[in-house]
């Protein structure tokens, strides 16, 4: 094992505490982003808690490395993994949403460790794209990770932004795709079929790595990979389930912005335990 | 001898702020040739300061807010129908909610692209800039002022929408003057009616005041800043009048017209408006046919201003 095992359960164990984290803050009887936090949560525990040079004290810190949640309606999983790498307060968690507050319902800049607001899908990968470019120019050694839902890539300017990262050669640039392969109100491959989407990425002229989103191993090794890939952007397509960790919510069309009910709230934490 | 073209004047002035600031960078969606932000990839060691983005305007709004996070300071220019109109979301989400140091150039705006018609023409785009909280928008009336707001553009932080014409006509501000946000100017001093005018109409509304002397004393006033835009120098120049014409290059919905009425809605003073009849444009043979064509001339603005005159 390249990684040490201990390292390895650490992460995991952070992703696990970012569901529950997700979950306490949802809470019970208001609707909130379970299943796209859970199948996302491995994926941000391991930038957050390992890959990413962050610096809580000094968010804005010249020589981070940038986080892109593109798919920013799983804001909630980003604000835990804030707070518990000590941006903010766990505590200010379950405050999200609250009227002016520094945690709104989808990232905002402003909320330290925010790089730029995002929710309207499809252009997080283009902030990205804009922020790789500039350090590029400047000769500057941060890397930028975005994380782009498969359903988002319904939009257009995921493809816009796929073909200019490219042909901008922006290889300190990481695209990571949460194939969890459902979307809003339904299955992806019910409305418009994304695959073959490692093929999709490959054509556009990326570096693309295929992993189980959930096998931190797996995941050290390809976010690695992308960083030593010279001359192009890497795709890194995450296959992931919606829900994961949740049994009754695992890949269910149902739990994408659901509230839960009190049974179902204590029994979701009694399985991310 | 000072530019008579917007889009020189566009173009030269962020040659000369590239040459200064290394943060300046110029993204263009293959129309550089046109909006002349092409210019800046001249210039030998500015090459790179050009970023074509190809024809992909929604990426390019969000890639300049990318770039405006790690420090640059990016001009992204195209026809202003596809700038404001294909890329509102992504100025709206991208840019204006998180206030980023983007600023956007709607070229070829108004109906300024004469020959390629509707599609070309944007008689829509001040009212969607400017319903957008944040965001700046400034209307130019000529190549000075042009060169003057895109220094002001460059040395303050915030999104800015520029809306420049595409065609060449005598400069009627001074070269070199400073540029003041939300301040209107009077260009001309009049007693009975005043004339708010943008763009090319300030022009026409400064031949309009010549054309009514000696029956109509008329005030004419510049408004290059839409927004911001200063309602207590509005109310000023309304209260020192006994009614007000605004002119522009746009549609009568949503754009000057609507400022200024916003502007003095708790005052008793009527307004008129010298602009596009809720339609759209059309291709013409030259810029002054497709003016008249959709009521943009000295003697639509004489009409209004004889009109509310009359009133008084």
């Not at chain 1, 090794?221 to 890939?229: F, I, Q, W």
């Not at chain 2, 991208?94 to 004469?114: H, M, Q, T």
């Not at chain 2, 040395?155 to 065609?167: A, F, I, Q, S």
């Amino acid at each position: 094992m390249a990684y040490g095992e201990e390292m390895i359960k650490a992460l995991k164990d952070r992703g696990q505490q970012l569901r529950r984290d997700c979950i306490r803050c949802i809470g019970v009887g208001v609707a909130g982003h379970v299943g796209g936090s859970c199948s996302s949560a491995d994926l941000v525990a391991a930038l957050y808690f390992h890959k990413m040079k962050v610096d809580p004290e000094n968010p804005e810190w010249e020589g981070r490395d940038y986080f892109l949640l593109s798919k920013g309606h799983v804001a909630i999983l980003q604000y835990a993994a804030l707070a518990e790498r000590g941006f903010f307060p766990v505590d200010d968690l379950p405050h999200c949403k609250d009227i002016g507050f520094y945690l709104q319902g989808h990232p905002h800049l402003g909320t330290p460790g925010i790089e730029a607001g995002t929710g309207s899908l499809g252009q997080g990968l283009s902030l990205g794209s804009g922020m790789a470019l500039g350090l590029k120019m400047d000769g500057k050694p941060n890397r930028v990770y975005v994380l782009v839902g498969d359903g988002e890539m319904d939009e257009g300017q995921i493809w816009e932004a796929a073909m200019s990262s490219s042909a901008k050669k922006l290889d300190n640039l990481c695209a990571i795709i949460d194939n969890n392969g459902l979307q809003a109100q339904g299955r992806i491959e019910d409305r418009l079929p994304s695959e073959p989407i490692a093929d999709k990425w490959r054509a556009f002229g990326w570096n693309v790595i295929e992993i189980d989103g959930h096998n931190m191993e797996e995941i050290l090794t390809a976010l690695d990979e992308a960083e030593g890939c010279k001359g192009r952007p890497t795709a890194i397509v995450a296959h992931t389930v919606k829900g994961k960790g949740i049994s009754f919510a695992e890949n269910q069309v149902g739990f994408h912005n659901r509230a839960l009910t009190k049974e179902e709230y204590d029994k979701a934490l009694e399985e991310l335990a | 001898m000072a530019e008579t073209n917007q889009r020189n004047a566009y173009g030269k002035t962020l040659l000369e702020l590239c040459r200064e600031n290394k943060d300046i960078v110029v993204l263009d969606a293959d129309l550089g040739g046109s909006t002349m932000g092409k210019m800046v990839e001249v210039e030998p060691g500015l090459e790179d300061r050009h970023i074509e983005m190809g024809i992909a305007e929604a990426n390019m709004i969000s890639t300049a807010g990318g770039l405006s996070r790690v420090g640059k300071i990016p001009f992204c220019s195209t026809f202003a129908v596809f700038a404001a109109g294909r890329a509102y979301d992504q100025i709206r989400q991208s840019v204006a909610i998180g206030k980023l140091n983007v600023k956007i150039c709607g070229s070829s705006a108004g109906c300024s692209d004469f020959g390629d018609g509707a599609t070309h023409q944007s008689v829509d785009d001040i009212a969607y800039m400017r319903v957008i909280p944040n965001l700046s928008v400034f209307v130019p009336a000529d190549a000075n002022e042009t060169a003057a707001i895109v220094k002001y553009m460059a040395k303050h932080e915030g999104p800015m929408y520029l809306r420049v014409n595409r065609n060449p006509y005598d400069n009627i501000t001074p070269e070199g003057a400073e540029f003041v946000p939300g301040e209107p100017v009077v260009l001309k001093e009049g007693t009975d009616v005043a004339v708010f005018a943008c763009g090319i109409m300030t022009v026409k509304a400064l031949e309009a005041a010549k054309a009514l002397e000696g029956r109509i004393s008329v005030k004419v006033v510049n408004v290059p800043s839409i927004k911001p835009l200063n309602r207590e120098s509005v109310i000023a120049i309304a209260k020192s009048v006994k009614g007000c014409v605004t002119a522009e290059e746009h549609s009568v919905i949503g754009g000057l017209g609507g400022a200024i009425a916003e502007a003095l809605r708790l005052e008793r003073t009527p307004v008129e408006f010298v602009g596009i009849e809720d339609r759209f444009g059309s291709s013409a043979h030259n810029y002054d046919d497709i003016l008249n064509y959709l009521g943009l001339t000295t003697d639509h603005i004489v009409e209004a201003v004889e009109k509310i005159n009359n009133m008084m």
